[in-house]
């Protein structure tokens, strides 16, 4: 196959500017000569991307082509669409104009990638200023070519004219000759933060034409029709194939391999470096053979984990390595002192307590990890689906002794991503097995390692716990979490001990630790918030190593908190969505509450419901999150299936605010997303291990949901705040579903589902 | 290595490799195709699905030496920009795609379904889609695809009874 083409065309005129890459090309192979000329070296298609340049975020050409540079990447939420409609209304032409060119370490700024629902919260801002100023320079152009004043100008899909019909007219495209050569302010800040600005002001919200309006999501033609081009497809000319070796106990290293045991198979052979050990082959099924076939002996090693159904007690047990006091999130946390806040639910008329168990739990992607790397002659080229390619570029620049600015990272969309899942391993596997042998090679991952060797979102045993006085008000309210660290594992790979081929390698993982604790405005009095963290179960390339999923740890968080607001209102005989308006003081947490109650038609009254004898069991419940800008209110109606323990969450009602709504029809999408992939988690989903290694290794092994057990409906409400900045979307739904689900089968049975995932055997052992 | 021939969206392609490679891996790297991919090896996914003889099949499990002779559809070959087939087009409509990945098996179940079934009602829908995985949860739109689908299919045989009764 020839080479894979990058996303737009290539930059001609950067290729003619870069003189170094022409001396490069001198005396090396065909087949590099080759790749060259598409322009494809690391060196070649460097662009000039100073935030502080205009020219670094679009790119117009002179049929009035917009390219948008974004330095995050769509998920399969749709963000690049989004951002392609803040660009287009800010510089006034037709949607259909605008390319975005997302995640290249060479061609974008470092905007920080995927994550925290930032692609539109954060990530559009720079684009909104770049896309406006770009606009004001085009009209002033347009001011100078035609006499007119500026003020006097219009633009309408590019088309530069004069108001009043004078018939003189120029396009950006005649405008735009040799780029902007404008500069932009810069907050001096890379990452999600990154931000410029430009003399021109953006457009107010209430002149918008194209940002809010439903425009077709630009991926997905190409989805359908199989036209696009994931990571996966990505093969370089002269590329081996490989496949990497695991151990069947966690934490054995191979110690003697015997290479005859392959010596069949054609053209395989063994790469080792450190710890790490993988075969390769000209053909990747030879690669996978030669994989099954190879003889290895691994070091005997003691089993490293507790066995699996002793993992609560576990944690329980557990030191405490570090907690909200000392870091997490921006930094140090208020001091703990639950002293106060014990003593008083101590003292109160009534007490409720709860622990909360959450297991481990699998991103388990679509299609496991998956890198592409070429490393020769002093500089690496690299594909990866990874969620944040400039971190990974600097993490694999550590790993192969190169400077950054040697090694370009081309991300190419991937089977989603929703945390650092097992998409930044492959990659770094890819380089340096690369630079053993000298040519370009891909790393596919097996199922069983997307499953058996993705950092894991963090097991935890969530304690709360409300004093009650005498009239059944709330007195005092406690919240621990006490879980394994969701900064296990980095949450970007800029240094390869955040990676299992760095730890294999020799370099020490990293000791980072962070949880998550509630933050919706509850006001209960005397309350006292916090988290715990523990030890990690093995300190290298490990299995069951941990980091964020979906929303970090907030799912684990509120399926506790939203969980325990229903036990004490149940214990108080109030109703749910009651006593959380009592409490409630942030108005667009209350706003969404309200507008969930009347979406779904909510009837006041204490859970559970009256009548509990039927073979099939009706609840409702109701579940709250705020975070990254987002305000989700759920609603879930369950059936209970007394006699085999299936719950059905049949109905959702979703109240939805995330600011300003850039594209409602992506929204919806992604809502429906949040909430399905929500169920799934809550009912199905738990990685399961022994003392030896992880047991979950496929999809009978890790079931997850299909679509018998979809919901029949969800009703969505967004509220739209175009004087609000747009916030996330990405997580906060999905935040609410554990709770609400959990919260309907109290209603429906009578029977508190403290433990997830509400299995059919949990399920119907709860109701015996 | 042994030889074989498979007939990929009407055309006839030789291939040389071994008797027990899956399919899968002579679709996606001898022929360079995009539409089904590698999710498990296992046949428990279906991103990798195709249709061999009217059935919806998992290529990845399914050696070439068992196919060869025979006729497979893919989803490269389903449709084109220009005439994308109704399912295709039911599944642009209703954007029934987060990351796409798994995208190719819940199209090329739902081709084989309904032309065995034309007229599902939404339970056989689901029965029709039962154990392929998608992991973005994007299953509410592609039941709303299918349906789509098979409304249109409905419709279109509809007019062509009604063009054949005239």
């Known amino acids: 196959m020839s080479d894979s083409p990058l996303p737009v065309a290539f930059d001609r005129r950067a290729f003619l500017k870069s003189g170094a890459s022409l001396v490069f090309v001198v005396g090396t192979g065909g087949i590099t000569i080759a790749r060259r000329a598409a322009g494809q070296t690391v060196s070649a298609a460097a662009r000039a991307i100073a935030p502080t340049s205009l020219d670094s975020w679009l790119q117009l050409d002179a049929s009035g082509a917009v390219t948008a540079f974004f330095g995050k990447m769509d998920m399969g939420q749709g963000v690049d669409t989004a951002i392609a409609q803040v660009v287009a209304e800010e510089l006034d032409v037709d949607v259909a104009r605008v390319t975005v060119v997302m995640g290249d370490t060479h061609r974008t700024p470092n ?126 000319p002269g590329m081996l194939h490989a496949r990497t070796l695991r151990p069947p106990v966690a934490n054995a290293v191979p110690v003697r391999v015997d290479e005859s045991s392959i010596a069949a198979i054609p053209g395989a052979r063994v790469v080792r470096k450190g710890d790490f050990i993988a075969v390769v082959a000209p053909q990747e099924w030879h690669a996978i053979k030669a994989s099954r076939e190879l003889k290895v002996t691994w070091s005997e090693t003691a089993p490293p984990f507790p066995r699996g159904d002793t993992l ?244 684990q968080v509120h399926f506790a908190h939203e969980s325990f607001i229903d036990e004490v209102a149940a214990a108080a005989g109030v109703d749910p969505i009651a006593l959380r308006l009592k409490h409630l ?149 999905h935040v609410t579903i554990p709770a609400a689900i959990a919260n309907a089968v109290f209603d429906a049975t009578g029977v508190r589902m403290r433990r997830l995932p509400l299995t059919v055997e949990r399920v119907k052992a709860a109701l015996a | 290595m042994p030889r074989y021939t498979v007939i990929v969206d009407g055309t006839r392609r030789e291939l040389e490799a071994d008797a027990d490679m899956p399919l899968l891996y002579a679709l996606r790297g001898d022929l360079a195709l995009k539409g089904p991919k590698f999710g498990c090896g296992l046949a428990q996914c279906g991103a990798c699905t195709v249709i061999l003889n009217g059935a919806a099949t998992r290529s990845c499990v399914i050696p070439l030496s068992a196919v060869d002779g025979a006729s497979v559809r893919t989803l490269d070959g389903l449709g084109t920009a220009d005439k994308p087939h109704p399912v295709q087009a039911a599944f642009i409509a209703e954007e029934a795609a987060q990351c796409g990945y798994c995208t190719n098996g819940w199209i090329m179940t739902a081709v084989a379904g309904l032309e065995r079934n034309p007229n599902p009602t939404d339970a056989e829908i689901r029965s029709m889609l039962a154990g392929l995985k998608c992991r973005c949860g994007t299953h509410m739109a592609i039941m709303r695809a299918v349906r789509r689908a098979a409304d249109a299919l409905a419709s279109t045989s509809a007019d062509n009874s009604s063009e054949r009764d005239a």
């Not at chain 1, 003189?168 to 780029?179: K, N, Q, S």
């Not at chain 1, 457009?203 to 309006?213: A, L, W």
Request: glycine share 10%; aromatic share 8%; hydrophobic share 35%.
């Open chain 1, 111 to 236: 905007q920080g990638g995927a994550s925290g629902s930032s692609g539109c919260r954060l990530g559009a801002n720079a684009l909104r200023n770049a896309a406006a100023e770009a606009r004001r320079v085009l009209v002033a152009r347009a001011s100078e070519r035609l006499g007119v004043p500026a003020a006097d100008l219009r633009v309408t899909d590019g088309r530069v004219s004069a108001a009043g019909g004078s018939g003189r007219a120029v396009t950006y495209g005649e405008l735009i000759a040799d780029g902007f050569a404008t500069e932009l302010d810069w907050n001096e800040r890379y990452g999600n933060n990154l931000n410029v600005t430009g003399v021109a002001k953006p457009k107010s919200p209430g002149d918008y034409r194209v940002v809010g309006t439903p425009v077709p999501r630009k991926d997905i033609a190409g989805k359908v029709m199989a036209t696009t081009e994931y990571c996966h497809h990505v093969r370089l």
């Open chain 1, 585 to 733: 003081r942030d108005p667009r947490e209350i706003a969404v509450v309200e507008e969930v109650a009347r979406l779904s038609k909510w009837q006041s009254r204490p859970s559970p419901a009256s009548s509990r004898s039927d073979a099939v069991l009706r609840g409702r419940g109701v579940s709250l999150n705020s975070g990254f800008g987002g305000y989700v209110a759920t609603v879930c109606e369950v059936e209970v299936e007394r006699a085999t323990g299936r719950v059905w969450p049949r109905r959702f009602f979703v109240a939805h605010d995330c600011g300003l709504i850039i594209n409602p029809r992506g929204l919806h999408g992604t809502i429906e997303g949040n909430v399905v992939q929500g169920v799934s988690r809550t009912l199905f989903e738990e990685v399961r291990f022994d003392e030896r290694n992880v047991l979950s290794v496929d999809w009978a092994t890790y079931p997850i949901l299909e679509i018998g057990d979809a919901p029949e409906s969800i009703e969505i409400a967004t509220i739209n705040r175009p004087e609000e900045p747009s916030g996330g979307a990405g997580e906060p739904a």
């Open chain 1, 312 to 555: 609560f007690s576990h944690i329980r047990a557990a030191p405490v390595a570090s907690d909200s006091a000392r870091g997490g999130f921006g930094g140090a946390g208020q001091p703990i002192n639950a002293e106060p806040t014990l003593a008083a639910i101590a003292s109160s008329a009534r007490r409720v307590e709860a622990d909360y168990e959450v297991p481990f739990q699998s991103h388990a992607r679509m299609g496991p990890s998956v890198g592409v790397a070429d490393v020769r002659a002093g500089e690496a080229l690299v594909y990866s689906d990874t969620q944040k390619s400039h971190d990974q570029r600097d993490g694999i620049a550590k790993i192969l002794g190169l400077p950054p600015e040697k090694v370009r990272v081309i991300w190419k969309p991937g089977p989603g991503s929703y945390g650092r899942s097992d998409s930044d391993e492959a990659a770094f596997e890819a380089a340096v097995i690369s630079q053993l042998v000298g040519a370009p090679v891909r790393v596919q991952w097996m199922r069983n390692e997307g499953h058996g060797w993705d950092p894991k979102a963090p097991a935890c045993v969530i304690s709360c716990k409300a004093g009650l006085n005498a009239s059944n008000e709330i007195a005092a309210w406690y919240f621990r979490a006490k879980g394994f660290s969701g900064w296990d594992v980095n949450f970007n790979s800029a240094d390869p001990k955040d990676t299992l081929v760095g730890q294999l390698l020799g370099i020490k993982k990293g000791d980072a630790h962070n949880f998550g604790a509630p933050a919706e405005s509850y006001a209960f009095p005397n309350t006292v918030k916090y988290w715990e963290t523990i030890p990690t179960l093995l300190d290298r390339a490990s299995p069951l190593r941990c980091a964020h999923m979906r929303a970090p740890q907030e799912p």
